[in-house]
Structure formats: structure tokens, C-alpha cells
């Protein structure tokens, strides 16, 4: 897509008075917003106070009013950096302005029923400016290792539309994030004594709540520098800035503003001569006014070969999916661009992006992609594989850990069990919380698959060997797989979150292969899926459907349990109506040898029946009053 045609005017023109009114309170609306700025915040509690061990304090950020006027915060909105406009939280802000020159604190409280700021303040204690406020929030919590908090106004319509937006990386525990006062970037951790930072009443935690070391002037670092391209190409334009509130951007294309341009970077595509010329950028911050030096974006005619830009790569999808097949070509004159499946050319498909849409399994197989012009053709080629949908369900969550005793570090996970009849190849899936957004959701870049039957645990920034020393080693067999997981704004709340699982072939959102919802949790208990109910959301029991109590610091679960083909789980046994029935775990369409023995003690096990299962349990049952008598289930090959 071109970038906008800066002669197009609009049917209706508004009265010039209209116009400037309007501009003049959008520009008063902007300014006001611009001197908001989020100024520190903490997502790493400390675990001690001296000597002593104490349970971590929560999360919390500041917000800053570096302006000379009060701002009514009714209708703002916040999330983390991996939750959008959508989804985002109004209530902390409800009924609240923000005094010039104030800072608020925003804490997290995970009983919002019972929490009070007197708890925050507690926290801090008399090195707090007199005062201040500290205001409750519920749920959206903050990751240790990497993450971000954004910030909407009333009138966001987009995700795009953030007052301030702020990114981190992995915590220093006890130490809250504050901004460099020369840059304005969050590079520095707070230290005692340092900027305003105390140490805190309760805990060994140093921070600067509710004080900061004043606005940083804006400033351009890095200016956009000039382009020369040749025609169709894509250039972007770019400029780095430093300042404390973050500036707002607005480019230009000669003295035009461009529509929609307000990022510091901007990107113009499919470049043709009427796009060529002066760009610049304007920056504010409701401050400071800066404008760049312009940069040049020019095109070059001298006869080039084709070069790829862009190739297509492979594709995996399920039936009934869609892709587009990106390729991108630089040459002079313009390449042009023919498709071919499996060695025959695709009528029609002369562009660089092939599009297919609910595909069907005959579509599988090599697709190439040939950009030619008069000095030479190149050809990419690729593999696309569709298979059908397997049956993937998350069976366990454990969102909350229990904090009693010595050890520390324990994280939250998930379980993934397939219950199909194929293998399913994993590489290239992606997950999420309850953003359930693509955008936002990580991606498994190992080559990882899951057999028929096979549960696969996946922990949260820790290795296989500490979640088998947390659970137990030996409740796992050498060949369970434990994947570990790293990535912004993952960690799960305890107030009620969820996991969503995507292919690597989903392009919306709603597109998942598997998808669960839970509550409030309990704490140190994983939430678990029933197999004879096939619900998820029952809280894991000790003794009950393989549950056990973990070695260290006591959580109940069964991570990996419903794995085990060669050694089904019981489900239940029960005796009445003159029958005895037998209920297991099971692969759906598999059989199972019932054998039984009337002792233990050298047991002679004889079969005394086969059943096949027609779902992911099976059930056998026999007349009572045969005396008593011991049960093994074989899963036969």
C-alpha cells in the first residue's frame, strides 16, 4: 500500500472557525495528556527485611503529572505490554485526578474486597512524601522477567493511541525501576540514598515511590537520514529521541502532515516518484517542540538484476487455515512475478503475495516463486504442509504457587495432553494469556512434537531440572517432556487468567487449536481437567486422579500424569448394583488387556478381557461376590 495521497481532499470542507476550534482543543487535549508519565514501578518484592524472611510485597507503578493543571483520569485505561486497548483496565482510575506535579502510586492487591492503601504505605513507611496516594488494582500482574505497562485516554480507539508506554527487562529483586533523569529511558534501578531512593519500613526493597527527579528535556539523538531506493521498494524513515514525558511524533511529507504517521518510525511503501521528496518529524512532549533535519527519499533508474527483499518461507496450517506466500523483488525495471504448485504455473498469480484461503490437504506440497525483468530472473521455493486439526485440550494450571517454607523460584505452568490418534508437530506454535491476541503471544522456536497420549509440561523461566526436584523426580519418566517458556507479560494471575494455544499457521485470534479459562485459584493448587466430565476447572485433590503433593513446599498436582499410555491412570473403582466397575485414562481407539490375580505375593496374572476405547477413558466392569481379586490394565501394542 502507498503511502496516502497528500492532494486528496474530502467531499465536505468544515468552516475554517470549526476547524481551528476543534484543532485547538485537540491540541489542549494532547498537551494536558503529554505531560502524564509513568515514572517507576516494581515487579520483584523483596524476600527478606535484615535477617528475617518475609513474603514478597506486591507490584506497583507511578504515574506522574509533570503539568501545571490537575487531569481528571476518569475513562483512562491500562494493561501490560502484552494486553491491548481491548481487555484493559478502567477501574483504578475511576472518579481520580491527578494534581500538577503529583505522582500516584498503583498497587497491586490480590484481595481487593480486603486490601487498603494503608498497606502500601505500611510497606514504605515515613520515607514517603506526605500526602501521597497510593490507589488498589486487581489482577494484571506484573512479570519479574520482562514486560511493559501502557497507558489509554478516554478517547483511544486503537492500540496505537498510548499516552505513555513504558518496556523492561528482567527485574533486580528488592529494587524498583526508575528513569534516568539525563535520558528519560528506563535503564536504572533505584539505589539507596540515590535520587530520593529509601530503603522500605518492611522489607529490604529501595525505591523513590511517590517522588521523582523532574521532567528530561526532549532532544533528538539520531536524525532521519536520506534514502535512495529503486522504484517499489519499501524505505523506512526513523528518529531516535530521548526526554522525560516520551514525545509525541508527527510526520511530514514536505509541509503535509501524514495522516496516521505518529510513531518514530514511518514506513512508505511501493515507492514511485510522486512519493519521493522531504520528510521530516515533528516532536512533543506538552513541553518542548522539536522538528528533525528533513530527509531525502529518492529513486534510483540505473538497470538492476532482481534481488530478493522478502522470500516466502514454509508453511504448516490445518485444513479450512489461509496464508499468504510473501515475496519481494528490488530489480530495474520493476520485477514481475509468476507462481508455480508442484512444478506447474498458477494462472493469474503475477503478484509477489500469493493468497490461499481455506485450504484443503490436496493444496500440500512445493510451491516456487520466479522475479524476473530484463536482466535476469531469480526463483524462490517452498513447502507448504497442511494436515488436519488435532485434538490438543490444556489439562492442568498451576497459576499460584505456595510460599511456605525455604524454597523459592517455583513458577507457574501449564499442561498440554493430546488426545488424538497422531502425533502433532509443535515447532512454530504460539501461546498466550487472556489477551488471546496473536500479536502479543510467544512463539516455541525448538522443534517440539506430542505423541498420541503424551502430556507435555510447560514452565515458566525454569529448567526441567528444578521442576523435576519441585515435583519430584521420581514421578516422572526419563523421556517427560518439560519445556521451558521465556517471554513479556506471561505470568499467570491468580484473580483468574487463561492459556490460549495457536498453530503456527493462525492468522486471527480466534483461531486457536486449544483454549482454557480459569478463576480465582487456589493457592498451591493447579487447577485440572476431569476425564470422565472431559471439564476443565476442577482444583487438583491429593490421592485423586494422580494428584500428589510436591516435594517442595507442599503444591498439589499432577503435572505429566494424564501422559503415561503404557501405564494408564485409574480413574475410579467402584462396587454396587452387583457389578464392579473399573474407569482409566485412555487412547481414544486403542485396546486394553484387563488381567487379573487373586494375590500380590507372586502374583500369576491371567486376562480375563479386552476392551477397546471409544474415548480418552474406558471402563470395564464384572459381577461381584467372585472373592477379591487384584486388576492390571495392559495397553496393547
Known amino acids: 500500500m502507498n503511502l496516502i495521497n497528500t492532494q486528496k481532499r474530502a467531499p465536505f470542507q468544515p468552516p475554517f472557525s470549526l476547524i481551528l476550534t476543534l484543532l485547538l482543543l485537540l491540541s489542549g487535549l494532547r498537551t494536558a495528556q503529554a505531560q502524564l508519565a509513568i515514572t517507576e514501578f516494581m515487579t520483584s518484592a523483596a524476600l527478606t527485611s535484615g535477617t528475617a524472611t518475609v513474603l514478597p510485597n506486591s507490584d506497583f507503578w507511578e504515574l506522574t503529572n509533570f503539568g501545571t ?42 484481595s481487593p474486597a480486603s486490601g487498603n492503601s494503608a498497606q502500601f504505605l505500611e510497606w514504605w513507611g515515613s520515607g514517603l512524601p506526605n ?115 516520551r514525545p509525541f511524533y508527527q510526520w511530514y511529507f514536505g509541509d503535509q502532515p501524514i495522516e496516521g504517521a505518529r510513531f518514530a518510525s514511518l514506513r512508505v511503501t511501493n515507492v514511485i516518484p510522486s512519493l519521493t521528496g522531504s ?60 507462481w508455480f ?59 499460584v504457587q505456595n510460599t511456605n517454607g525455604g524454597f523459592r523460584g517455583h513458577n507457574d505452568w501449564f499442561e498440554l495432553t493430546n ?97 482454557e479459562v480459569y478463576s480465582t485459584a487456589t493457592n498451591g493448587v493447579s487447577f485440572t481437567y476431569n476425564l470422565e466430565t472431559q471439564i476443565f476447572g476442577d482444583r487438583s485433590v491429593e490421592g485423586e486422579a494422580g494428584a500428589w503433593t510436591s516435594y517442595e513446599n507442599g503444591d498439589i498436582g499432577s503435572p505429566g500424569a494424564i501422559r503415561n499410555p503404557s501405564n494408564p491412570r485409574i480413574l475410579r473403582f467402584s462396587s454396587k448394583s452387583g457389578k464392579d466397575q473399573l474407569v482409566w485414562t485412555a487412547i481414544a481407539g486403542s485396546t486394553y488387556l484387563i488381567e487379573q490375580s487373586t494375590s500380590l505375593i507372586n502374583p500369576i496374572w491371567v486376562s480375563v478381557s479386552s476392551v477397546q476405547a471409544i474415548e480418552n477413558r474406558a471402563t470395564y466392569e464384572r459381577s461381584t461376590g467372585l472373592g477379591p481379586v487384584f486388576y492390571r490394565i495392559v495397553l496393547q501394542p
Request: proline share 6%; glycine share 10%.
Open 341 to 399: 504448485f508442484n512444478g506447474v504455473l498458477r494462472p493469474g498469480a503475477t503478484d509477489g503475495t500469493l493468497e490461499l484461503q481455506s485450504v484443503a490437504l490436496n493444496e500440500a506440497g512445493t510451491y516456487a516463486v520466479v522475479a524476473s525483468n530484463l536482466l535476469g530472473q531469480i526463483t524462490q521455493q517452498i513447502t507448504l504442509r497442511i494436515t488436519l486439526k488435532p485434538k490438543l485440550s490444556i489439562t492442568e494450571i498451576m497459576p
Open 131 to 245: 500526602g501521597m496516594r497510593a490507589v488498589l488494582y486487581s489482577g494484571n500482574g506484573l512479570s519479574s522477567v520482562a514486560d511493559g505497562i501502557r497507558l489509554w485516554g478516554p478517547e483511544a480507539t486503537e492500540d496505537a493511541d498510548v499516552i505513555d508506554s513504558v518496556d523492561f527487562d528482567a527485574a533486580v529483586r528488592g529494587s524498583t525501576f526508575v528513569y534516568n533523569p539525563g535520558t528519560g529511558k528506563f535503564d536504572t534501578f533505584s539505589t539507596n540514598g540515590v535520587n530520593g531512593a529509601f530503603k522500605s519500613a518492611k522489607a529490604d526493597d529501595v525505591g523513590s515511590p511517590g517522588t521523582t527527579t523532574g521532567p528530561v528535556p526532549l532532544s533528538i539523538t539520531a536524525q532521519p537520514r536520506s534514502v535512495s531506493l529503486n522504484p517499489g521498494d519499501t524505505a523506512t524513515l526513523s528518529v531516535t529521541a530521548s526526554g522525560l514525558p
Open 419 to 515: 488426545f488424538g490418534q497422531e502425533a502433532a508437530d509443535l515447532t512454530g506454535y504460539r501461546f498466550d494469556d487472556s489477551s488471546a491476541t496473536l500479536a502479543a503471544a510467544i512463539t516455541f522456536t525448538n522443534q517440539l512434537s506430542i505423541a498420541p497420549g503424551e502430556s507435555i509440561v510447560f514452565v515458566e523461566n525454569m529448567t526441567p531440572e528444578a521442576f523435576r526436584d519441585w515435583w519430584g523426580p521420581g514421578n516422572f519418566k526419563s523421556s517427560q517432556q518439560i519445556v521451558t517458556y521465556r517471554g513479556a507479560g506471561l505470568s499467570l494471575s491468580s484473580l483468574g487468567d487463561a492459556i490460549n494455544l495457536w498453530n503456527s499457521g493462525a492468522t486471527q485470534d480466534f483461531d486457536t487449536v486449544a483454549s
Open 69 to 110: 493543571n490537575a487531569i481528571n483520569l476518569n475513562g483512562y485505561r491500562w494493561n501490560d505490554n502484552q494486553g491491548g486497548l481491548i481487555g484493559a483496565d478502567p477501574e483504578p482510575f475511576k472518579e481520580l485526578i491527578i494534581a500538577a506535579g503529583e505522582s500516584i502510586i498503583f498497587f497491586q492487591t490480590n
Open 279 to 338: 520528510y521530516s518529524v515533528r516532536l512533543s512532549n506538552g513541553f518542548q517542540s522539536l522538528e528533525s533535519t528533513p530527509a531525502t527519499l529518492s529513486l534510483n533508474f540505473i538497470p538492476e538484476a532482481p534481488q530478493w527483499v522478502v522470500r516466502p518461507v514454509d508453511a504448516s496450517l490445518f485444513v479450512g487455515q489461509g496464508v499468504r506466500l510473501i515475496s519481494q523483488a528490488s530489480g530495474v525495471p520493476l520485477p514481475s512475478y509468476r
